[in-house]
């Protein structure tokens, strides 16, 4: 595998001295995170280990942080690099966080979750003046995120292969590494989005033919993971993120590029429609079977509309400062006490934060993406490959959002810091 990825060369080459520590650290931090939670969950529900698993990310976050303040006089790091609107924002943000604790209703988990944003806030500042001293860092930082797939799934169905058996495994709570089946298409939907635009970096066209085979079978892979798991929101994300990129942007080869990954999408879905589904969350023709059996929106959407109807009641119940994040099963009897974001980021954000820290949370959101967008637009100079591939992957975690829980979650959030973080960094002249 090291000689395929040619890893030494492209990745972390401490050797050479030319990725700083904290660099070092992240990309070997992103090659090691869904490793490592397969291997702590689910059998550590207890102790050290389930400890562990839960802070992982907010603690490689932490330490990332830490190394750039550390070293900011060594490598010129600027921590005081956002526009004036995003420090606003967030400014924002904190006075209606700060103004909805009183209100909250389950106070200590809602007081983790929002100190887990505060980290990402933090990791999203250091991440970014990092990259403004090491453009060519966004490249291997993608790259590390490829390859921990390489290492994750294998890891994930010889645990998958020793446990699915056992009388108390749940199909959908118990999968290796993740709490539930739709963080696993979190994951892969992150890696499809990854792999279906890599073809358009020189790395993918200058590389090798077996190569371009292994990625092939693992885009693959991940499109047949995504159809057998029942993943609608993340198939989806991914495929309106890779296509419409390919169709605004029209880089070189666009049309090869699309083919090639529709190709890919029609073979994975026609084999996944042969696996067999180990219960009703599974199988890709799951959102059709819903469809059939009930004749009923509510269903197809897996219970998502009358959340969404009860959490905007909760919403303009508190306006202004909303009442704290992570109290979606506390509160909203739709979420049947199971779970703790209400599937819509823009929900999400309205009922957690109000329309003063929600709303400013949702305009940086857009703003950060349609600013890039226009830049990639009218001043081609300031893109390459590697930006697009890093923006199609933050999109298509934000456009999963909106029906799912990416953006709430650590893991995902972490993808789509890096992803979103990469997309705006200055260009390096390796593409």
């Not at 040619?6 to 990309?27: E, M, R, S, T, W």
């Not at 490592?36 to 400890?51: A, E």
């Not at 499809?192 to 590389?207: I, K, M």
């Not at 009930?294 to 998502?304: K, P, V, Y």
């Amino acid at each position: 595998m090291a000689s395929l990825l040619n890893i030494k060369h492209l990745l972390l080459d401490a050797k050479q001295g030319d990725l700083p520590p904290a660099g070092v650290f992240l990309c070997s931090a992103i090659l090691a995170i869904p490793a490592l939670q397969v291997l702590l969950y689910p059998d550590m529900t207890t102790g050290g280990g389930y400890v562990l698993y839960n802070i992982l990310i907010t603690l490689v976050e932490f330490i990332f942080c830490l190394l750039i303040i550390l070293k900011r006089r060594t490598y010129g790091y600027n921590l005081n690099h956002l526009p004036l609107l995003l420090a606003g924002a967030f400014m924002l943000w904190f006075l209606a966080v700060v103004l909805s604790i009183p209100d909250m209703p389950l106070k200590a988990g809602g007081l983790i979750v929002t100190i887990r944003f505060a980290i990402h806030f933090c990791f999203f500042l250091a991440l970014g003046s990092f990259l403004v001293q090491h453009p060519s860092a966004a490249q291997r930082l993608l790259l590390s995120l490829l390859i921990s797939g390489i290492i994750m799934l294998p890891l994930f169905w010889a645990r998958l292969y020793l446990t699915y058996d056992q009388p108390d495994f749940d199909w959908t709570w118990s999968l290796p590494g993740f709490t539930n089946v739709r963080h696993l298409d979190y994951f892969l939907g992150a890696l499809v989005s990854l792999l279906g635009l890599l073809p358009l970096t020189r790395l993918f066209q200058d590389s090798t033919r077996t190569l371009h085979v292994t990625l092939t079978l693992l885009l693959a892979l991940c499109w047949g993971m995504i159809f057998w798991s029942g993943g609608r929101g993340s198939a989806v994300a991914a495929f309106l993120s890779v296509t419409t990129l390919l169709l605004f942007f029209r880089p070189g080869g666009w049309r090869k590029v699309a083919l090639y990954n529709l190709s890919i999408l029609f073979i994975a879905a026609v084999i996944s429609a042969f696996l067999p589904a180990p219960n009703g969350s599974y199988g890709i023709l799951r959102f059709m079977t819903k469809i059939t059996e009930t004749d009923s929106l509510d269903a197809f959407s897996a219970g998502r509309l009358a959340i969404w109807q009860q959490v905007y009641a909760v919403w303009l119940e508190n306006f202004w400062f909303g009442i704290g994040a992570g109290q979606t099963k506390t509160i909203i009897p739709a979420a049947s006490a199971t779970f703790g974001q209400p599937h819509n980021i823009i929900l999400q954000a309205l009922m957690s934060w109000g329309v003063i820290g929600g709303g400013a949370f949702l305009i940086t959101l857009f703003a950060g993406f349609w600013t890039r967008l226009r830049q990639f637009q009218c001043l081609p100079e300031h893109r390459n490959s590697i930006h697009i591939v890093a923006y199609g992957l933050a999109l298509t975690l934000a456009v999963n959002a909106l029906v799912d829980g990416t953006l709430y979650y650590p893991l995902p959030i972490f993808l789509f810091i890096i992803g979103f973080a990469c997309a705006i960094a200055p260009k390096a002249s390796s593409t």
